[in-house]
């Protein structure tokens, strides 16, 4: 029996059955849920936009003021594991309803302090409670879609997280230019308050469970491992490699704390993170997927606007613009890339996606120091394009092949796999680049760099094609044994 057999359903989580309706009650709850991914998303690109403004005000040197961001950005990421288990000792709607609650509190915080550390401790709180929305969120919607409408739900709920790295910019800029750096944190409170009312009314609450206690010793692990990890894989770039000693004790650490963590999970009756759902091979390969499609996703939000202000001499606001072609084509995808999902399967969708994806990068490895404008743009709408046909079809592939009951485990395991893939990512990338822009002394040398860089982004595009060629493989098997 998969993991997928205690669903109700139709094929349509391997297969190629027509698509059931989705109530409109449903799409007004994934509406309502998209606050929280407004939030957290639009929250860090303006406060990047704002930095060195805030340092300024604050009286705090450029080092300090970056921990405002990174703060944020680790706290939001080390609630990911124990998502799963807050949601099922609390139900997924009321972990989400207090989290919206706690991220306006701390946002309104944040605005009203008036020194760089204050600022630091709150906006870490302010990420310990944003970290919780988008994946018990997800565990909501997947819970009311079912499997057969997984698809087209989850990709409506992707939407925020791909407009708000470009809109947040333009709007950080705005109110820096026009308001104070606190309107920046301001901005959350209306969204939060008018996102709750409407969540009280629509958003079930989900059923409290037994749900043990919590598995400290395993949340230390892998908060532990993960970010050693990340700065492993990234200074052996930086430091000459893996035998490095600044790197080899970090990546040591990592890979033991991670065993670990996986040893207790798979031995526990109750683990932190059910790490068993990925004996379903379907779950498996479209973890894999996740993993890379993120790393190709992430990196990419964080070279592209490197590439237009360093490589192409634009503004800020500028730089938010020409960032527009690329999300707007992918808000545009993301229902299309739901429907066929729910009609063929993510795999296949997937598999299309990033062929796509690698297609629109691979130009992008070949552009001159004074490229055609028109020509960059439209290799941004060819990637936005791909990768809302890859993102979320895999998620949706591996949320439909798990019971209710485990869908905050799942939603917790493939936000923190897209977060650690978007991480390590973004960082080889930065390292690349840094690297490569140390020396560059002329617009060709800067070209060049950049050229590099983006052949590391095709390569993450091409491994994850190749794992999404196995989900594809999995999900017909899968389909066969299920028709017997």
């Known amino acids: 029996m998969t993991a997928a057999s205690g669903n109700a359903g139709t094929a349509t989580a391997t297969g190629r059955t027509p698509t059931t309706a989705v109530p409109a009650s449903v799409w007004w709850i994934a509406v309502v849920l998209a606050s929280g991914s407004v939030l957290t998303g639009l929250d860090t690109s303006l406060v990047n936009v704002g930095i060195e403004a805030i340092g300024r005000d604050l009286g705090a040197s450029l080092t300090e003021a970056q921990w405002i961001n990174s703060g944020y950005l680790l706290a939001l990421a080390a609630t990911l594991p124990v998502c799963g288990w807050l949601s099922r000792r609390m139900g997924a709607g009321r972990l989400w309803l207090w989290s919206l609650v706690g991220f306006t509190l701390t946002s309104a915080s944040c605005a009203l302090a008036r020194g760089a550390e204050l600022l630091i401790v709150t906006r870490v709180l302010q990420g310990l409670t944003g970290g919780l929305l988008i994946p018990a969120g997800m565990a909501i919607l997947g819970q009311i879609a079912g499997r057969e409408r997984m698809g087209r739900v989850i990709a409506l709920s992707s939407v925020p997280s791909i407009l708000a790295p470009a809109f947040g910019p333009i709007i950080g800029a705005l109110l820096i230019d026009n308001f104070s750096w606190p309107w920046m944190f301001l901005i959350n409170v209306p969204i939060g308050i008018v996102g709750l009312l409407l969540a009280l009314r629509v958003v079930p609450r989900g059923e409290a469970g037994h749900a043990g206690r919590l ?108 960032l527009m072609a690329f999300s707007l084509a992918a808000a545009v995808t993301f229902p299309v890339a739901g429907r066929l999902t729910d009609v063929h399967g993510g795999g296949v969708v997937a598999l299309i996606g990033l062929v796509v994806v690698v297609v629109g990068t691979i130009p992008m490895a070949l552009l001159p120091a004074d490229p055609d404008l028109v020509l960059v743009e439209a290799l941004q709408v060819v990637r936005g394009v791909g990768l809302a046909l890859a993102g979320s079809p895999a998620v949706s592939a591996a949320l439909a092949r798990v019971r209710s009951h485990q869908m905050p485990d799942a939603s917790s395991q493939v936000n923190t796999l897209s977060r650690v893939g978007g991480a390590i990512g973004s960082a080889l990338c930065v390292v690349v680049l840094s690297g490569a822009l140390a020396d560059a002394g002329s617009d060709a040398e800067v070209a060049a760099a950049f050229r590099v860089t983006f052949r590391w982004l095709t390569g993450m595009a091409a491994v994850a094609l190749v794992l999404a060629t196995w989900l594809t493989r999995a999900q017909r098997r899968a389909r066969r044994v299920e028709a017997r």
């Open 215 to 322: 598995d400290l010793p395993a949340l230390l692990l892998v908060a532990l491992g993960l970010p050693l990890l990340t700065y492993a894989v990234t200074a052996a770039m930086d430091r000459g490699g893996l035998l490095a000693p600044a790197v080899l004790v970090p990546l040591v650490a990592a890979l033991v704390a991670l065993a670990l963590f996986v040893h207790r999970s798979l031995r526990a009756d109750e683990p932190l993170m059910d790490l068993r759902l990925a004996r379903d091979p379907v779950y498996a390969a479209a973890a894999g997927t996740i993993v890379f499609s993120g790393a190709a996703l992430f990196s990419g939000l964080i070279v592209m606007p490197l590439y237009f202000q360093v490589g192409m001499g634009r503004g800020i606001i500028d730089t938010g613009l020409l």
